[in-house]
Each structure stands twice: as C-alpha cells, then as structure tokens.
C-alpha cells in the first residue's frame, strides 16, 4: 500500500537552527573561530555572534555540545527583541530541546512574530491552534495562517493545510483543494507535498491516473529526504513500472 504522508509536526529545532550561519564549515574552524564569537557576544554590539554561537553550541561543531547553553543565548537575545533569537527560542522550547517542552511559552512567542509576518512562526502557531497544543483549539483561525505562510512560500504550511483538507479536519473533504495545496507546497520543495501529490496521481484521488507523473514526484520527495517518497517508488517498480526501478539518489 502506498503511503500518504500524514500531518508534518512543528519545526524541528536543529532544522530551525540551521537558518543561523554560524559562520563556520568545519570543526576546525568553528572551533577557531568560537573564541572571537564569545567575545563579541558579551560586547553586545549586535546579537549576530551571540546567535552564531549558539548555532556552533547547537551543532557541535569544534566545541562541546550545549543545548542549555544555546537556549539561553536564544532567549538572551529575544528579550533584547531580537526576532532570530525569539524564533529559536520557542523552537527548542516547542521541542523541549535546552529545557523541558513548554508549549504555552512557545505560542506566546510565536504570536508577536507572527503578527510581524514571521512565516514560520505563523505555520507553527498554526499547528498548535490544530492541535490544541498550548492554547485553545481554534481550527478557523489555524486555517488561515497555513493559508497565510503558505502563501507566502512557506511549503510546509501548504502541505499542512493540504492534509487538513484533504481529512476533512475542516468540516468537509476538499480533495480538489488540498491537491492545489500539494502542488504549490511541492513547487516549494516540501518534500511530503511531492510525497502526497504521487500517491493522488497513483490512485486517481484528486487526479488522474499517471504512473509516470507519480513517479516523478516520488522521486523528488525521495530527493528531498522523504522516506514515503522513496518507499512509494519502489513500489512502482514493484508493481510493474520500469522507469521506477532505476537508481535514485535520496
């Protein structure tokens, strides 16, 4: 049978971290250049190396991991209302990752940023107002921050919203919907929305039957690190479809 992905989860928050250069490629260098960063950091100028170093902390890289640490250089940072170091805060927060999880204290920080227009945070928030996950339940509001990070280029979102739509979380099934969704989120890379548009190009749901349509966003979504795409492709090959069968990268 083939797999359809189901709702992707909150940003991760080593994804998240990984929007902060820190300024470093390599355990050499980041460790050569973790003693400039700390005295930036406490000079305060700017949050910038505070940030980098918290991303170094976060990584590994060159010093000795510490999520604690990071964390409170995140937080550190906010409170100086910096919106980089708010995000990664409710991030670990939301992750309990640094600390224990305190979902509560992760939407109260993804709001102003949403209200600022922050994407991620609004996709985030979106998903705790889904689920009733530190705050209130509110599915109509939920929808229209997907709708809103999605259409902004937030392709988790689009692919979120999708599977609202396409469950009838909503109120009603809207497969037509949540097929646009899949493609706007797979044009953006989300690699779960490439997953889900195969399997509708597969069964016929929302589409019409294509193997080699399929196949070729399988192939994108196992591309893009989906395991469901790369299992769903080898089961086209199974089922008979030889273009399937050729290797792939993941």
């Not at 000079?43 to 170093?53: I, M, N, W």
């Not at 204290?105 to 994407?119: M, T």
Request: hydrophobic share 35%; charged share 30%; proline share 4%.
């Amino acid at each position: 049978m083939l797999a359809r992905v189901l709702m992707v989860s909150v940003v991760l928050p080593l994804s998240a971290v990984a929007q902060v250069d820190p300024g470093c490629g390599s355990d050499t260098d980041c460790q050569a250049l973790a003693p400039k960063l700390e005295k930036q950091c406490k000079a305060r100028k700017t949050e910038k190396p505070c940030l980098q170093l918290a991303a170094v902390l976060i990584q590994g890289k060159g010093l000795k991991r510490d999520l604690k640490r990071a964390l409170g250089l995140f937080t550190a940072a906010c409170e100086r209302k910096d919106a980089t170091g708010c995000y990664q805060q409710a991030a670990m927060l939301d992750e309990g990752v640094g600390a224990p999880k305190d979902s509560a204290r992760a939407v109260a920080l993804y709001e102003p940023l949403c209200a600022k227009k922050v994407l991620a945070a609004c996709e985030d928030l979106a998903n705790h107002l889904a689920e009733g996950d530190g705050v209130t339940r509110d599915l109509r509001r939920a929808e229209t921050l997907h709708q809103q990070a999605c259409d902004g280029g937030e392709g988790r979102a689009c692919t979120n919203l999708a599977t609202l739509c396409a469950e009838g979380t909503l109120g009603k099934r809207e497969l037509k919907r949540a097929l646009e969704l899949d493609t706007r989120g797979c044009e953006l890379d989300s690699a779960p929305s490439c997953n889900s548009l195969g399997f509708a190009f597969v069964t016929g749901r929302g589409a019409p039957k294509d193997q080699a349509k399929a196949e070729e966003l399988f192939k994108k979504s196992c591309a893009l690190g989906s395991d469901d795409g790369c299992t769903n492709r080898k089961r086209l090959c199974g089922d008979g479809f030889k273009p399937a069968c050729a290797p792939a990268s993941k």
